[in-house]
């Protein structure tokens, strides 16, 4: 339960982080939604069997990270979360995919392994640019940029409802767990037959905790509508912002920088 | 609704799973009374304080506020006069930050957003947390979550301030804190608690209730004094009224 409970801690982390004032801390959050979205997009949208023109696009989660002081380590370690599920999606490429590419010496490369080292490549660069997402707005601020872009309001409040009672839910769980722990001797972590009455509980108390909440909703006012006050505003600043980054990504996309500097690096000698 | 007063008249609650948990009560609170509702664990106290802004409704009898009787039809003005501060802030605080969460109410109003504005300013100012405006709710302590939650209720303006068991898990200073602030509101106020010491501080009438009933009802001073009746109700008296056990020891 303590890798429950430093997850948690985790993230609260990215809240502290969201919480930051630098340049990138002040931008429109719409603009940052936008970047993300470019970004992805393009990152995606290159052949299964790109690993070179993929390297300069590292640029923007680098320079992200460094204007945002972003701790490089903190962001790391939750990619390390995501890493058994790139090995699963990449996992067949190498056994299905075996025509030759490319000979190192007497290695031979097969296009397997190389689209299963882009797929990773892809993973990595896109979790870590939503990552940076969070960790540089926050997720409320997210939220209200998605109600701006026109996402229906009941999606945005149940995603702002959902992390709300995230750390209300984790922290009840948490104080269970330990409960259960303290009285079972026979082994670490919750036995299978505990587990029924466990969730049960948590499911009741949960409705139980749910219909307090609206009753409080009730008492305030509540008519079916949630009134959400506008925030952030869209600068000449943030559109400099978004049109630098797209340049970039689409200039990465349609020239393969290593390649021209290979060249260059060639013809100069 | 001039008059902030509270009458309740034979009013009967059984909850859908046959428990009675009000029989025939009646009493009658007048306009800026600080009274409190004290009884043991399923006396009724929440219940009660469940039917003065109908989160319930009776199942026979009459709760009237300020003269208006509460049905589905004068609810509305019946929660603008009524502010509720529920037993746990977790319940109450569900916006994502402070400032958004104490903006709920002000904004179901339907106020404009200047009004708004000014209103939770002034809440969160009168319980001391307005530099907590920006923080979400879960990074809140047990003291300033209260806080924020009385503020929610405050930025309503409400003529009557029902709360329930304000001090419960808050530490010696933020009680003290709450109580200080409790003390310089001039709206009625009805408080169901545990904490007789705090009656004692805030409240010059005391209802007793027992089983869905009232006890007693009168000056806190003289029930208190009561220790027979007290010990009847299942409470004690409050420990700043009974001699100090070191004193007495050596005594």
Redesign the interface.
Known sequence: MIKLESNWLDL?RL?DLANQKTFIHCLDPCTKLFTTLAFVMIVTSFSKYEITSLIPLTFYPIALMALGNLPYNHLLKRLVVIAPFVVFVGLFNPIFDQSPVANLGPLVISGGWISFISITIKLILTVTSALILVATTG??SI?AALFRIGIPKPIVIQI??M???L??LLEEFLITSQAYSLRSFHSSGIHYKAWGSLLGQLLLRTMA?AQ??Y?????????GE????AMGMRTKRDNIYFVFWLAFFLFCRFLNIPQVLGKLLLEGF | MSHHTIDLTEVLYTYPDGTTALRNLSLHIGHGEAVAIVGSNGSGKTTLLSHLNGVLFPSSGIVNIGGYPVTKQTLTQIRRTVGMVFQNPDDQLFMPTVYDDVAFGPLNLGLPPIDVEKRVTAALKTVGALELRNRPPYRLSGGQKRAVAIATVLAMEPAILVMDEPTAALDPLARRQLINLLRTFTHTKIIATHDLDMVLDLCERTIILCNGTILMDGPTIDIFHDKKLLDQAGLEQPSSMQSCPICSKLG
């Open positions: 609260r809240d997720i409320n939220c702002l409802f992390y709300r009672y750390h209300v905790r307090r909440i009753q409080a909703m009730l008492c305030r006012g509540f008519d949630i009134r959400l006050l």
